[in-house]
């Protein structure tokens, strides 16, 4: 009897409160209670990130169409700061200056990083050690390296004292103070730089290309370059859509590389837009004409990311 009872006392505090809690009881209200969590952890970083980056972006764009000097007032005068930047040989050319570098950059960095990654995707018994070696400009400090290439090119530096050494001294240059070479010195850094993160990328696609099609196209009589290029080349088009992308919005945004080598110079022959808004909004203190170039970059960057992926998409369907 005291057994029973106990049960039929505990199934009276009980059950009552779980059908107050509806269907599913207790286990229903806990999976609700974890879902609603999953929000409110996810809200600070979604805050965080609207109010950073799309509400700085916001605020810096409302500035470009002003003339405010970062201190005091300002007053709002529409598209005279887009005027001024398309009228402007200088801004012109800065503008010319930093599509060069991000077209030419990003053809030399995939091209380079589809062959490395080709190359190293054999089974080669030092493709581990290579694949370190090649990824190393990737992590290191842009800036820091950069200073290293500004030794190596100046006019007593490595290359022009091997030049002379082999009897090619007609050769050297003083090659970032000529305004001919100094914009293909700061590409070639550039490439430099970012070459291994295309092969990483395409390491990563070629990983998905089954081996036994490649046999299958040998064994059929295609050569090398024809497995290249209708088998694996098809097989990597995702990798090769977030190369291009990544390496274009990387190229228009080049800025340490040429603030350490050149700093703009000489003459203004490898000015970018990204130098530009760091010399007008914090060096002139024209702080609303440097977020009006801000406002072209990222809105050449928009561009540029919209058509890759629509060219991607058309190429994908």
Same mark, same amino acid.
């Given at each position: 009897m005291s057994a029973s009872s106990g049960t039929s006392e505990t #199934?009276?505090?009980?059950?009552?409160?779980?059908?107050?809690?509806?269907?599913?009881?207790?286990?229903?209200?806990?999976?609700? *209670?974890?879902?609603?969590g999953h929000w409110w952890w996810a809200l600070p970083g979604v805050l965080l990130v609207l109010a950073i980056h799309?509400?700085? =972006? %916001?605020?810096?764009?409302?500035?470009? &169409?002003?003339?405010? =000097?970062?201190? +005091? %007032?300002? #007053?709002?005068? +529409?598209?005279? *700061?887009?005027?001024?930047?398309?009228?402007?040989?200088?801004? @012109?050319?800065?503008?010319?200056?930093?599509?060069l570098i991000a077209i030419l950059s990003v053809v030399?960095?995939?091209?380079?990083?589809?062959?490395?990654?080709?190359?190293?995707?054999?089974?080669?018994? $030092?493709?581990?050690? @290579?694949?370190? !070696?090649? &990824?190393?400009? !990737?992590?290191?400090?842009p800036l820091a390296t950069a200073y290293i290439w500004?030794?190596? &090119? #100046?006019?007593?530096?490595?290359i022009n004292v091997f030049l002379e050494s082999v009897g090619l001294g007609e050769f050297a240059r003083p090659w970032l103070a000529d305004p001919t070479y100094a914009i293909w010195t700061v590409l070639l850094v550039v490439v430099w730089q970012t070459t291994g993160f295309a092969m990483v990328i395409y390491m990563a696609g070629l990983a998905g290309v089954q081996p036994e099609t490649e046999e299958a196209a040998a064994l059929d009589g295609a050569g090398l370059w024809q497995r290249f290029w209708h088998v694996t /080349?098809?097989?990597?088009?995702?990798?090769?859509?977030?190369? $291009?992308?990544?390496?274009?919005?990387?190229? /228009?945004?080049?800025?340490?590389?040429? /603030?350490?080598?050149t700093g703009g110079g000489p003459a203004g022959a490898t000015e970018t837009l990204a130098t530009q808004v760091y010399k007008e909004a914090f060096s002139l203190g024209n702080f609303g004409f440097g977020a009006a170039l801000a406002l072209l970059l990222t809105v050449i960057i928009l561009i540029f990311a919209v058509i890759q992926q629509r060219i991607t998409a058309g190429k994908e369907d």
């Open positions: #199934e009276a505090l009980v059950v009552p409160r779980a059908k107050r809690r509806g269907p599913g009881g207790l286990r229903q209200r806990r999976a609700g *209670n974890v879902k609603f799309y509400g700085a =972006t %916001s605020i810096g764009s409302f500035f470009a &169409f002003t003339d405010w =000097t970062g201190i +005091g %007032s300002f #007053e709002f005068i +529409g598209l005279d *700061n887009f005027r001024a930047i398309f009228t402007d040989s200088g801004y @012109l050319l800065a503008l010319g200056n930093t599509l030399g960095s995939n091209i380079g990083g589809l062959a490395l990654a080709v190359a190293l995707n054999r089974l080669l018994k $030092t493709r581990y050690a @290579l694949r370190v !070696v090649f &990824f190393m400009p !990737v992590v290191l400090s500004r030794f190596i &090119f #100046e006019y007593n530096g490595p /080349l098809p097989g990597i088009r995702p990798a090769v859509a977030i190369a $291009t992308t990544l390496g274009l919005v990387q190229g /228009l945004r080049v800025f340490d590389q040429i /603030l350490a080598l």
